[in-house]
């Protein structure tokens, strides 16, 4: 929203050595951020109004002329110009070279030079509106439309600031931070807050005090809706144009203006934050009702659009039809044009909720319904009309109000709140007068009585809708009035409990340790919507997936029940850039609206996916033992959908199966678009893997006597296990260890060759050359007998 | 026969002068040392001389012994030494990289945090992604249709965007409401922080992301006086600046809290004279932040007169931005390897 310094200094004598950035920085402390201002004087510098005396045709270019103008200066300035709608003797806007116009309307100011233009010196620019800033006071018919100032009291040299008396300075402030302060989105509730900040006297606004006769019928069917509801009659009105200093004032506060009907219900608005609306009498049939909109009742807008109503939506009526959009906008039949002679003026209050849910379905969001939706106070009529009337009296003395109907069915009552001082004085970690407790609240429209520790607060009426209502906001109210600078930070004190210890998440976290530094995975986010080919090529049904409503693209509707599709996609975007990568993602996977998990998946791609198997098949072993979680067993239970046939694993601990490993399978590659990379996938779920809360391993002792390692090879079938050797040769020596498989050459087809280290020991001493023979015939016996292999005899 | 000694002295010294490198330092050594060797020539005489002549003999002989086998020892370590190694190398080549691998740079932004507000006591508690309504705007205090929910465009879940409150549900787009489950489960006193994902409904630009990663710290405690908070604003910029970073609290609007606070720190650039990235005012807006709202403590089944305490939200993706200047937070979730591989 924008704010008026000048209009803000009507209501408060603010100090003659503030400066606007400190204004700045105490309105942004204390009340609403400022997002900038700018100085509209000193913008306009070197602008000055300039009379066209003589216009000749440009040598070089059909499109611009030459004209010498007056612009106050002993001799005439000759200018290019390209001007449509330029004549001889036209006072026009002249930008003198040192000045700064937008060009072409856009884009930050550029400074203006003596320059040539297509071989033709020019001393500067003669302005459309829009390069000076001023489309709203100067409508552009068309783009290369300069301004006339037809009909403005000017001269040659007169500076434009001082024509349009334009020497404000416009505070921007932030909205977003001032939603729950309906009192602010008017020039003087800042003004009201910038006195109390300043602790300075604010000046009342015009009291409506006229007696007149009951005017316009007035009824209202549904009070919650419409708390309130006058309307003025006038007649006899003159709807000319405003005055310069009106229209300037609208203009630089981005209202445009219309005609001084309308001008002053804007004007009204902006300053006391009520919205207003003038209808055309004429056009009201028997009075003013106030109604919910039947069910598909139409609506001619201002701006022609019909809209098809709700019984929701409130609609001001007449006996006969539709008139306006309750709060929100006005329709095409009763507008005020310039010939309008009668009108019939309402000042409301509509309800905050239905005038948002009305002005949203319509995507109607007008200056008077973001007003409304804040909830405004029922007392803000009388100001309203106040300022309506003094302003009607000043500017259009001919208009006669005739009548007046004021219907206040739910005023807004003023609220109290109660607050121990004990309670202000622990949270705010200070201790704090009664006197100042008042003086500060008094600032603001509080009435504050104290009696035995406790302040009664009598919130004023423009706080009493939602804002101010508990005891916290009373300790906001003091403390960012005071300053919140003002109170020393204090270091808590807290009771020392017992030790944290959360074991699922240190797990979590060593395993992303584990995999980034030690397995030299890289870590990836990815999006927990996926695109439906992701989700094809990971081969997960989609109709069983949770969707958003609105996604960020039709493809992108599903979330994610894995993180495979998301990685499968991270590896087709790297694919091109990298020969081989490692990519892990530790994130959050959907399966219903109740139930999501913490999931783990890592990618590896390269080139030989045996390799790529087995390592992530060790990267999952080392899990347990270096993050500190429960073990786990390798399985084939479960394939996983995107795995290559036969080439997958499942981890399972005793609640089940929670995850697994896989060759990545050609199908799923075809069709995410992976070309030539092996990839070996796995995905766990985290929330199934249990941490421990400690370590478990325990100590083995070292070996009285040293051990002998002996390696072995043994020939097999190649249906015969790695996982069989083990079991039936581990239990015979101290420790066991695979080698390699070898397959051709010497060793027959349908065969593979076993490569083991295995090591022996004896307590009872260093084992001699015979024991260790002896054993490991034991262990080639049983090799032959149980699992059939064959011992090629050794040199 | 000792003329025949003072002889067998010169020449070992000759032999001794002639050595150059190992190979004729062994066969020196052989010549005199071995079992057939001059000096072994020289002992094996002693019992044939005259026995006045032995005794000096001895002597003589084994001074030879004892002067070669020295010399050579010497000399042998010292060709050793000027020997080293046949390896010729171009030692300008790398390092074995053992880099490779590393953790995103928004997760490593976080553990930094989670290490300073573990060791304040505060727990890490991780809340559901999908919520609903009721937990992310009704428990917070924004009242229904109040303009301020639309500063969070939603995803809502297809089939439940109609409803309302409980059965309405979203992916959280923030973390706050998490906050009031924790509370509703452990109680208060509390001090946590839950780090995590949320997700906005907006379109997306070098600025603005749909996913992003927030980091939230709240502490309640009896009496908690609001500028105590600082501890909280001050940990976290200390963290992440490695030095104490000036702050200021100042009025802001969000339904949760009350008071509320934008929580500006000092401009890093220009060190609050005023430069193009604070927009010349000195300070820079880095997180909101302020006292649990009533409301919320009702929601949360705590008395507000009883308890206070102070919330800190900021948005990890920011200060990482900040950190590394990154000038695209679209980055974050691009899983580009050729970005994620420079945060080591």
Known sequence: MKISLNWIKEFVDLPADLSITQLASDLTMRTVEVEGYEDLGASLDNIVVARVEVIQPHPQADRLRVAKVDCGEAELSQVVCGGSNLYEGQLVVLAKPGSFVKWHGEGEPVEIKASKLRGVDSAGMICASAEIGMEELFPAKEEAEIVDLQGYDAYPGQPISALLGRNDIIIEVDNKSITNRPDLWGQYGIARELAAIYDLPLKPLPVFQEILPSGINVEIENADRCARYAALSIEGIQNEQSPVWMRERLASLDVRPVNLMVDITNYVMLCVGEPTHAFDATHVDGGIVVRQAKQGEKLTLLNDEVLELRESDLLIADKTKALALAGVMGGKLDSVLDDTRDVILEVANFDAIGTRRTATHFGLRTESSSRFEKALDTQRVDQALGLTVALLKELMPEARLTGFTDLVLKPTAAGSVEVEKQYLEKRLGTELKVEEVKALLGRLGFDVTYKEGVFSCLVPSWRATGDVSLPADILEEIARIRGYESFAFTPPVVALGKALNQPQIQMTQHIAQLLSQRLGMQEVFTYPWVEERYLEAAGIEKESLLKLATPPSPEQAHLRPSLVPGLIEAVQLNQHHFESFKIFEQGVVFFDLHNQAQHLAFALAGEDAEKLLFEAKGALQAIPRLAMSEAFDFVQEEAPSWAEHGLWLNVKNKQGVFGGLGVLSSKAKRAAGIKRLAVVMAEINLDALHALPSRDNAFKSLPVYPLVAKDLSVILEDKVSWAQVEKLVGPMVRDIAYITEFRGGQVPEGKRSLSFRVWLGSDAGTMTAVEIDKRMVAITRRLEKELGGVVPTTK | ?344
């Not at chain 2, 010292?78 to 030692?91: E, N, P, T, V, Y």
Request: hydrophobic share 35%; with cysteine.
């Open chain 2, 1 to 344: 026969m000792l003329e025949k000694l003072e002889t067998m002295r010169q020449e070992a010294e000759n032999d001794l002068q002639s050595i150059t490198d190992l190979q004729t330092l062994q066969k020196v050594k052989h010549d005199w040392l071995s079992k057939a060797g001059k000096v072994t020539e020289l002992l094996k005489a002693i019992p044939t001389l005259e026995p006045e002549q032995r005794r000096p003999f001895g002597i003589g002989a084994n001074e030879i012994k004892t002067m070669l086998t020295e010399r050579l020892n010497a000399l042998e370590e010292q060709l050793l030494d000027s020997a080293g190694s046949d390896l010729k190398l171009d030692l300008t080549i790398p390092g074995f990289d053992f880099t490779r691998g590393g953790l995103h740079p928004t997760r490593q932004m976080r553990d930094d945090l989670n290490q300073a507000f573990l060791s304040l006591g505060f727990e890490i508690y991780n809340g559901a992604q999908i919520t609903t309504e009721q937990s992310a705007f009704d428990n917070l205090n924004f009242k229904p249709d109040h303009p301020a929910r639309e500063t969070m465009d939603t995803y809502w879940i297809a089939g439940t965007e109609q409803k309302s409150a409980k059965e309405r549900y979203c992916l959280r787009p923030h973390l706050t409401g998490a906050s009031v489950d924790y509370l509703k489960e452990h109680g208060a006193p509390a001090r946590f922080v839950y780090p995590g994902m949320v997700y906005r409904n907006e379109s997306t630009d070098p600025g603005h992301e749909r996913a992003f990663y927030q980091y939230e710290a709240l502490i309640v405690e009896k009496d908690f006086s609001f500028a105590s908070g600082r501890l909280l604003i001050d940990t976290i910029l200390e963290r992440v600046f490695g030095k104490p970073i000036e702050t200021r609290m100042r009025a802001g609007f969000f339904p949760f809290v009350e008071p509320g606070f934008e929580i500006d720190m000092r401009c890093q650039v220009c060190g609050g004279k005023g430069c193009g990235v604070c927009k010349y005012v000195g300070w820079i807006e880095i997180m909101p932040g302020g006292v649990p709202h009533p409301n919320v403590l009702l929601a949360a089944g705590l008395d507000p007169m009883e308890w206070s305490g102070f919330y800190i939200n900021i948005g990890l993706d920011r200060l990482v931005m900040m950190r590394y200047g990154i000038d695209d937070v679209r980055l974050f979730h691009s899983a580009d390897l050729r970005f994620l591989e420079q945060f080591k």
